[in-house]
């Protein structure tokens, strides 16, 4: 099973699209009834949607997986209650699968079918989505349905987080300790650590600062840079998340402290906690479908 994409509704999505392509540096895909469709370097035919809407929220955020996988994931999610439907995707890449809503109303989407691109050789393009981080009202209790219903396995836990896989990367998720169910941030993967502090230097010309980094992180070891962008919500430039083996040991939030005045392995930047939380709080998740059985 793969992270590929996540889903935005908001009321400017060509604004958007045009922050993400002229200056955070992605690639346009296409544009598909007032929604714009933006990839990367690698295989996946977009990695980020955005909608038009009145309200700004989190339509869902898409796995890709096999047919075993998502049967399997059918009879768990029906024998558990939660709410799901069949879909047949609309979006770039199409596909069919399941929409699910988590018990704190974080909506995934699973798919088999769906279509892939030609990689884009020759420019400074993010490869893929690393991770989608969501925030909770109890962090424990998602990851313990995720890890129960959907077949993800945690893979550490922190004072702030508790950090979740769905294949051998440390993360492809992870719920914050926050207090209440949103989007905290979308994690863009680039090619290597030079393609990261490149990304830093683009966003600077456009007189952006990071809200938080450089640095590197502990649980999944990548480097990152976050930016509040002008439409919302936190986007990350990062490395690739650590491989981990199947018997990784899970860690506590005693085996992640920091010195005084750290809050990663490096300690070189300052991180702006009030802005942060001020758009981690924005894109909130929405049903707008009715269950099925399944």
């Known amino acids: 099973m793969k992270l590929r994409s996540i889903e935005l509704a908001l009321p400017d999505?060509?604004?958007?699209?045009?922050?993400?392509?002229?200056i955070w540096g992605m690639a346009a895909a296409e544009v598909q009834g007032g929604t714009?469709?933006?990839?990367?370097?690698?295989?996946?035919?977009?990695?980020?949607?955005?909608?038009?809407?009145?309200?700004?929220?989190?339509?869902?955020t898409t796995f890709v997986c096999t047919a075993d996988e998502l049967e399997a994931l059918k009879q768990r999610i029906a024998a558990a209650g939660w709410t799901a439907r069949p879909t047949v995707s609309e979006d770039l890449g199409g596909g069919q699968g399941l929409l699910v809503e988590l018990p704190e109303g974080t909506i995934l989407r699973f798919l088999v079918g769906a279509s892939e691109a030609e990689p884009i050789t020759g420019r400074d393009l993010p490869v893929k989505l690393t991770h989608v981080v969501f925030n909770a009202a109890d962090a424990e209790a998602c990851g313990e349905a995720v890890e129960d219903i959907l077949g993800f396995r945690v893979s550490d836990r922190t004072k702030g987080m508790v950090f979740v896989r769905c294949n051998d990367s440390h993360h492809s998720t992870a719920?914050?300790?926050?207090?209440?169910?949103?989007?905290?941030?979308?994690?863009?993967?680039?090619?290597?650590?030079?393609?990261?502090?490149?990304?830093?230097?683009?966003?600077?010309d456009h007189a952006m600062v990071p809200a938080w980094g450089p640095g590197r992180h502990g649980p999944g070891a990548n480097v990152y840079a976050y930016f509040i962008a002008p439409f919302g919500p936190v986007v990350e430039f990062s490395t690739a998340v650590e491989k981990v083996p199947e018997d990784y040991k899970v860690g506590a939030p005693e085996d992640w402290t920091w010195p005084p005045n750290r809050i990663d392995q490096w300690g070189i930047s300052d991180k702006d906690f009030d802005g942060l939380r001020r758009a981690e709080e924005r894109f909130r998740f929405r049903r707008d479908w009715d269950a099925a059985p399944l």
């Open 36 to 60: 714009h469709y933006l990839r990367g370097s690698g295989p996946f035919p977009y990695l980020v949607a955005f909608e038009k809407a009145e309200d700004e929220f989190v339509r869902s």
């Open 175 to 204: 719920f914050a300790r926050a207090g209440f169910a949103s989007l905290n941030h979308v994690a863009f993967e680039m090619e290597d650590i030079d393609a990261v502090m490149r990304g830093i230097g683009r966003l600077r």
């Open 13 to 22: 999505p060509a604004a958007a699209a045009t922050f993400m392509t002229e």
